[in-house]
Structures are given as structure tokens and as C-alpha cells.
């Protein structure tokens, strides 16, 4: 007869009873695969379940995958010297780790608490339910507290409902304030300073009035309610004007003139050659896209750049379009019309207002007339696609914008800044506030995180926009509703 199984067999019991138990769900580890040297001297606990599920991505050739290999490798180094892998394994930062295994035949008894678990989510077969029943076996035999580490705010809610205490991943969130404050700030100056800031075109003030303030940081020097006028700090702690022409021009196009503060110094940081990268905050309609593109365009016209690339996340980066009809191009388009849109508008004739001329219809069968941004694509000049093929790509010598930048995580922000070849330029526009990825938030996205990582960077730049120029409908909705 086979010896009884004891809880450390199934790695219910933590080596020490000190320290907490943190349960990373699937998500988490998908999200960063170094969180497993995160948690310091506490002990981390790896349900089975959740490498069942990670062995579901790891042939899929994107951020996702290569995240699940990423996790499977280390895993594989941390316990290649343990004979008993649920008994834990010592980690960098002075924890364990292990694997937890969750079997209903052989474990030990069910507990009350399990028993009531079971009747409220009674499919046993669920991975979110068999994760959440290792929580509460380990919650049965260990002293110390049992937390769920998960981003899926569903799972929050489940474990929550059954006693189970349970965090979101907090490693890379950013302060609340840093997404929740998009106006300039305002440095007091007197009336001569201001006078010989408007004539010099730079100040330079003491650093006590200077603190708190990242280089590159767009304020409003004033003096009394009215008298304001708009600069930039350096690295070297100069504050200087900006330096904007009073249109963008795009050749046979249209002119796009900064319609307030926000975009004045949103192409302030487009057009200067010392910043490659440029992170905007703004929501809809506040013309974040529109500027960036024709910033991109004037440029490229001027010669600055050999091209211009833009691009937007298939939702998420990782998400696949193969089931969609059509070709390739035929795929993306419903995805990229946005961005269609806006060269479209910026790229349109000047044509005078009127009736037009009587035109003679085309023949049939004869090639119809194509647009002027269509005929850059055709010579490369000008890309439009989706962010899920620039995995392995270096990018020299262009200006790249990213829209919709909030609905990437941290490290497929990571994996397009870490693309950007010499003399490039990256613009990550969004909107933190409207996310359709389930696993970031306003805190933790991809824009927000590259945001606060590369700030004080003396090649970076960020502005936020507040004020939408859409139309006096949009902005109303955009507030109210």
C-alpha cells in the first residue's frame, strides 16, 4: 500500500511560516516574466494549472509567447537543482519559490472553506477555480497570509467573494497623479524676467524654483493672470522658447496650424531633432493622431527622415487576424481606417469651394485615381500597419508614430522602444483612460509605463493634451458623458 501523501508533496506548505505566500496567476507572469524575482524575500507559490495554461501560448510568435518561453526557461534554471520542486527553491532575493498542485482525488481532506468554495463555482475543471482552490489549501496549511497576485479583475472579484485576499501586479504601475493631471505647470516669475525671457528666448532660474520639474517639461512662465508665455526646460536647467513654425506645411496638402498650448508644445517636441522620443497624453479629439501625423509628414517632406511609419495595436499586440476575410491589407484595414483618415485629410488638394465641373465618367475597367498618401506607400516612403509584426524589426532613420500606445503592456512598450534604430523618432500617443486590453489599466499600460521609466531622459519629451479641438460636440462628450 502506497505511503499516505503529506501537504509539502503537493507544495501546500511554505519552507518557513515568516513570510508571506503570494499565488501568481497566469496573467501576471504573461504580463512580466521577471515578476518571479519581484517579491523579494517572500515565498512564491506556482500553481500547475498555470503552466498548463502557459504552454497554450508558447508557440505563438508574439510579445504573448515569447513571454511564456520567457517564464518556462527561468523556471526550468531556477529549479534545474531541485529534487523536489514543490518544496520550494531559493530565489535572488532571498525568497522561495515552488509549484503548487491542486488534485482533488489524491489531496489532502477538503476543508470546510474548500467545500463551500466548491459549491458556489462547483466546475472543478476551470482553471481560474482549480487556481483559487490551491489558494485555499494553502490557506489551511500555512500560519501565514495566502495572497492571489492576478490582473484578471474577474478573478479579483471570485477570490474576493470566497475570503481569499487578492492584489493586482503593482510593479509597474505608476503613480495615480501622473495620469490624472494634465495641466501645465505654471512657474511665477516677475515682470522683467518675463520681459527678458520674451526677448532672449531663454531664462535661467534659481533650483529651488526649478524642483520637481523633468527635463524636457513644457510650462507656462507668468506673472500676474494674463501675462504667460509658454517654454521648455533643458537639461541644463534653461527654460527656452519654443520653436514652432506657424503652420506645418504638407506639399499639395493641407496646413495644420496648433490650434492651442497643448499642441503648440506637442510640435515643439515633434519637431526638434534632440528628442527621439515623444510620449502624449489626450482624450478623444484633443488632435494627438492628427499632429503627430502631419509633424511626421513635415518632416519627411523637409528630408529629415527617409520615411514615416504609423502604427496601432490589433487591440492588443499579441491578438491574431488570421481568422478575418481577405488579404492581408484587406485584414488590417478595419483596424488602421483611422489612420487612413487622417492622411487622407492632411494629404487632400487644396480645391476651391463651389460646385465642381461636369466630370466624364471613368471607363470601365480603367484603373481608378489613387490617393497621394497611396502612391507613398507604394514607393515605402510612408507604412501604415498594425503593431503585431514588428517583433524582430529594427527601424533606422524614421519618424514612427504609435496610436492607441495605452493598450500595449510594459513589455511590448519595451519591445517597440528597444526597435528604434539611430537617427529614428518614436511618438506614443493615447488615451490612458479608455483601455480595451483586460490586463492594464489607466496605471499600468505600456504608454504610462514608458512614460514614467524614461523621464528625465534628455532625449525625451512628454505633453498632455486637455482640450479637444474636434468640435464643440466631441469636447462635450468627451467631458460630460
Not at 510579445?63 to 518561453?69: I, L, T, V
Not at 479583475?153 to 477570490?159: D, E, F, G, P, Y
Request: net charge neutral; aromatic share 6%; hydrophobic share 40%.
Amino acid at each position: 500500500m502506497s505511503a499516505r501523501p503529506i501537504p509539502a508533496d503537493f507544495g501546500l506548505t511554505a519552507p518557513s511560516q515568516i513570510v508571506k505566500n503570494y499565488v501568481l496567476d497566469t496573467n501576471v507572469l504573461l504580463h512580466d516574466p521577471a515578476s518571479l524575482e519581484r517579491f523579494k524575500e517572500n515565498h512564491l507559490c506556482i500553481p500547475v494549472d498555470v503552466l498548463a495554461e502557459l504552454d497554450k501560448f508558447k508557440s505563438e510568435q508574439t510579445e504573448r509567447g515569447a513571454n511564456a518561453r520567457r517564464v518556462h526557461r527561468r523556471l526550468t534554471e531556477m529549479f534545474s537543482c531541485s529534487e523536489k520542486v514543490t518544496r520550494g527553491v531559493q530565489t535572488e532575493g532571498g525568497g522561495t519559490v515552488r509549484l503548487v498542485i491542486y488534485d482533488p482525488a489524491s489531496c489532502p481532506k477538503d476543508s470546510e472553506q474548500l467545500n463551500r468554495f466548491h459549491r458556489i463555482f462547483p466546475d472543478r475543471e476551470r482553471v481560474d477555480h482549480r487556481i483559487l482552490a490551491a489558494c485555499l489549501l494553502l490557506m489551511q496549511h500555512n500560519q501565514a497570509p495566502v495572497v492571489l497576485v492576478t490582473k484578471d479583475i474577474n478573478m479579483q472579484l471570485k477570490a474576493r467573494a470566497v475570503g481569499i485576499e487578492c492584489q493586482d501586479y503593482l510593479n509597474d504601475k505608476v503613480d495615480a497623479r501622473e495620469v490624472s493631471n494634465y495641466d501645465v505647470r505654471r512657474i511665477e516669475v516677475d515682470a522683467s524676467e518675463l520681459q527678458r525671457f520674451a526677448s532672449a528666448g531663454e531664462l535661467v532660474l534659481s533650483e529651488d524654483r526649478c524642483s520637481g520639474l523633468a527635463i524636457n517639461e513644457y510650462v507656462l512662465l507668468g506673472t500676474g493672470e494674463k501675462q504667460t508665455i509658454p517654454a521648455r526646460i533643458t537639461a541644463d536647467f534653461r527654460f527656452v522658447r519654443l520653436n514652432i513654425p506657424e503652420v506645418l506645411k504638407i506639399p499639395d496638402g493641407q496646413s495644420l496650424k496648433p490650434l492651442n498650448l497643448g499642441q503648440r508644445c506637442l510640435i515643439d517636441a515633434l519637431l526638434n531633432p534632440e528628442i527621439s522620443l515623444v510620449t502624449c497624453y489626450g482624450h478623444a479629439g484633443t488632435g494627438k493622431t492628427l499632429v503627430a501625423v502631419a509633424a511626421g509628414l513635415h518632416e519627411m517632406f523637409n528630408r529629415r527622415y527617409t520615411g514615416i511609419t504609423v502604427s496601432r495595436p490589433v487591440v492588443a499586440m499579441g491578438e491574431q487576424l488570421g481568422f478575418l476575410p481577405g488579404s492581408l491589407d484587406e485584414k488590417m484595414r478595419p483596424w488602421l481606417q483611422p489612420i487612413h483618415d487622417a492622411l487622407d485629410l492632411l494629404m487632400r488638394p487644396n480645391v476651391p469651394l463651389g460646385p465642381k465641373r461636369k466630370q466624364q465618367k471613368p471607363m470601365p475597367g480603367a484603373p481608378t485615381a489613387k490617393k497621394p498618401y497611396e502612391l507613398l506607400m507604394e514607393q515605402g516612403i510612408l507604412e501604415i500597419e498594425a503593431l503585431c509584426y514588428i517583433r524582430g524589426r529594427s527601424i533606422p532613420n524614421r519618424f514612427f508614430v504609435l496610436d492607441e500606445a495605452q493598450q500595449l503592456t510594459p513589455q511590448e512598450a519595451k519591445t517597440v522602444v528597444t526597435r528604434m534604430s539611430r537617427d529614428s523618432k518614436l511618438v506614443l500617443v493615447g488615451d490612458p483612460a479608455q483601455i480595451d486590453n483586460p490586463y492594464v489599466d489607466s496605471r499600468s499600460n505600456g504608454l504610462v509605463y514608458t512614460r514614467n521609466r524614461l523621464k528625465g531622459q534628455p532625449f525625451v519629451a512628454h505633453v498632455a493634451l486637455n482640450r479637444g479641438e474636434r468640435s464643440e460636440l466631441a469636447e462635450a462628450g468627451a467631458q460630460l458623458m
